[in-house]
């Protein structure tokens, strides 16, 4: 089944405490994005990547750090979380970037305290 | 600066009858339009897109409508159903920056 599986599907922490959400596809997708949803702001786009050890920053980068070594995966790294990334977090992926549907995953729920 | 702007927080419709959600945009380098549809604790899913070299895209129910000197795009779903009840996003991509832009998000209620 063709899917993007992201883990953990909830997380809580504390502030300060360097944690990793980890994004797998298996559709063969060159381009993989992360995303966080807060209430009235939608979707923002935080980190995206065209294709392996190629990465860019999206909206919101600001805390976060992504990495892509391999085709199939792209985690989302928070160094030092703070409370303002309390969010839903969203990674989802596409053929190329730009002109195709993107695949998202379930989610994350993630508290920083 | 919000540069895709989707105006209704919500949206409720009669079962059967027309559903139309809008969506506006600023940056005219956007190309590329998409819709998704989202349920509680579940990932946004893909409905229906719209290159801006066209004015319609039809799939089913589901019709795409956009206006580029306004800056605007609709979708409209006939009939709508309680299944359809959801939280719609609209985006935007420009092709060439490889980004998207996301709207706030419209919940629609389809009432039985």
Redesign the interface.
């Known amino acids: 089944e063709a899917q993007v599986t992201q883990n953990p599907r909830y997380l809580i922490t504390v502030t300060g405490k360097k944690l990793t959400v980890t994004c797998s596809q298996n559709m063969n997708h060159e381009y993989m994005s992360w995303y966080r949803q807060d209430p009235g702001l939608g979707l923002r786009q935080i980190y995206y990547s065209m294709n392996v050890e190629v990465t860019d920053k999206g909206d919101v980068p600001e805390g976060y750090k992504v990495s892509r070594k391999e085709k199939r995966n792209f985690p989302l790294i928070l160094e030092s979380p703070s409370p303002n990334q309390t969010s839903l977090y969203f990674c989802a992926s596409s053929l190329d970037g730009g002109r195709y549907e993107q695949y998202f995953g379930p989610g994350t729920r993630l508290t920083v305290t | 600066d919000q540069q895709v702007k ?1 105006n209704s927080p919500s949206l409720s419709v009669q079962e059967g009858r027309i559903s139309i959600l809008n969506c506006d945009y600023t940056n005219s380098m956007f ?2 339009f ?1 819709w ?1 549809k989202k349920y509680p ?6 409905l229906i ?1 719209i ?1 801006s070299i066209k004015d319609k895209n039809e799939d089913g129910r589901f019709t795409v409508f956009l206006n580029k000197s306004a800056k605007h795009l609709s979708l409209h779903i006939v009939p709508s159903q309680p299944g359809d009840s959801a939280v719609y ?1 609209c ?1 935007a ?13 419209t919940r629609l209620k389809v009432l039985a």
């Open positions: 989707q190309d590329y998409l998704y604790a579940e990932g946004p899913t893909f897109s290159s996003f985006a991509s420009d092709s060439g920056t490889y980004k998207y832009i996301f709207g706030t998000g």
